[in-house]
């Protein structure tokens, strides 16, 4: 532990204890900031009905009043009478599909969004004036492409849209009350809240660096050495992780503009990328024993590696539970830990395989020298 309390590794912490500081200050000021007459909210029922495949009422509309000009943050979630989670909710429980259209004063659309169930969550810069929030409650495909292309998406991906509504599961008749809740509030909430899981990831990321320390004894803070097989090893692991890290995401980009049904969002699907990009890059460097320098022992990595992993596959078992993992047919963001489980897991197996593996290769031939002798 001499080595980790250093001149250098305590000014750094000192460094790091003030960056917290700092993010801290900064999340209370942005929560704390005046927002008199820039908040609204309001949660209200709606029953809607329908008869042969035919809604009533078709709209319904909510009005609220923006005093100050800004950047403001709207939520928005619709769920029908007895359901608490938006992930429980069925298109063919449903006879209709809803669509939010939040207009102006002048009648210019700023926001638009459908779904079964109907939720939103968006930045939007609004000015001062009156706001009207329509509620159109769709039964028929036809119907809603022609209402899509008029004010939501135009005519280039209206079809993929039309088709992930799944019209055809909807009953034709029935009775549902939809009840509504819906927040408008300054951006700068979402800053401190922003800032605030910022500040938690970077006290996660200073226990793991103190356990890193704990584990290793200070020795991962020597200067790596690798030798030339290594390097050029690690450079044509780099390459083949660029190549299949580009082409998962640039394959997800044109699945999406061809309009093929997405397992996740695009930000996700990126993320998944890169993290496969990472995968084939540690497991071909850990594979052909250039992934550790000549200097750092593996067994300390393999430890904190599984330990990560694991707490990250704690995570995607919470969201199982709580049925958060796929919403709306798609992962969530609870799946990033899910990719990161893998990833992690992943290479802390192929580490410890190829350690257990050297060492019994050196063992055999420690054996072998001895019977030569």
Known sequence: MKEFFTKKSVASLIAFVALLCVFAAAAWTMSHAEREGTEWHSDWPVTVSVKDGVATPSQTINEFTIIKEGQYHLTLLGLPEGVKEASKVKT???????????????????????GTPLQGDISVGLKPGKYQMIFYYHTDKAAFMNFATEWLCGSRNVESWAREQ????????????????????????????????????LIAACVCVILLCVVTKGNHLQSAKYDERQEMERGRGFRYAFAVSMMFIGGTLVCSMMGFLRPATEQTLVAFGLLIGITVYSSYCVLH?????????????????????????????????????????????????????????????????????????????????????
């Not at 700068?188 to 605030?196: A, Q």
Request: hydrophobic fraction near 45%.
């Open 92 to 114: 063919s429980d449903m006879g209709f599909v809803t669509t939010a259209l939040l207009l102006d004063a002048a009648g210019e659309e700023v926001f638009g969004n459908t």
């Open 166 to 201: 799944h019209f055809e599961e909807l009953q034709r008749n029935g009775s549902w009350t939809i009840h509504y809740e819906m927040s408008v509030y300054p951006d700068t909430f979402l800053d401190g809240y922003r800032i605030g899981i910022l500040f938690g990831i």
């Open 289 to 373: 024993e250039a992934y550790f320098p000549l200097n750092q022992k593996w067994l300390s990595f393999v430890v904190v590696t599984f330990f990560v992993g694991l707490i990250n596959l704690a995570f995607v078992i919470f969201d199982i539970i709580n049925g958060t993992l796929i919403v709306d047919g798609q992962l969530g963001d609870g799946s990033l830990n899910l990719g990161c489980a893998i990833m992690l897991l992943t290479i802390g197996s192929l580490s410890l395989f190829k350690y257990l593996a050297n060492k019994r290769q050196a063992l055999e031939t420690e054996e072998e020298d001895e019977e030569m002798e």
